[in-house]
């Protein structure tokens, strides 16, 4: 892809797709940088644990000039940790690196329905309507999340 072909897809509304290791530090750092690709023309996906959903919305809109740019290009999709990690902390960084691989069927199974509609069924999609819903061409994942790199 050249420079020019680069520039044209990103006026076009990319998709992109994010997923933070569900830790607050994990989560503040990548805000910064999803509110970055989001105010360039990019749609972003980002995918937490509903224990960080809250968090993640209002880490994203805190600022007025970011609230707009958050409702226009940004959503954010919550999957659920299996019942026995449910009140996991993320102060037990082990433990929380190992329940994050009981993540691996419910961030595939968002990644297909992205990959096939550019939506993900079962959620709320009326506050996304707005939203260039193209399947996503690029996902970003935490170092901490080795098991979502494709080798």
């Excluded at 994990?26 to 968090?55: C, D, S």
């Amino acid at each position: 892809m050249t420079v020019h072909e680069e520039s044209n897809h990103v006026k076009a509304g990319a998709h992109l797709v994010a997923f933070p290791l569900p830790a607050g530090g994990h989560h503040a750092r990548f805000v910064p940088f999803i509110k970055l690709l989001a105010r360039n023309g990019l749609t972003i996906t980002v995918i937490t644990t509903t224990n960080y959903l809250a968090r993640m919305h209002q880490a994203l809109a805190v600022e007025k000039k970011s609230l707009e740019v958050y409702r226009r290009n940004i959503r954010v999709v919550g999957v659920d940790f299996p019942p026995e990690y449910s009140e996991i902390k993320s102060d037990n960084f082990l433990t929380l690196i190992r329940a994050t691989e009981n993540l691996k069927d419910p961030v595939r199974h968002v990644m297909k329905e992205l990959m096939r509609y550019g939506r993900t069924n079962g959620i709320d999609e009326s506050s996304y309507s707005h939203l260039r819903l193209r399947p996503p061409v690029c996902f970003i994942s935490d170092f901490y999340l080795p098991w979502t790199q494709v080798n």
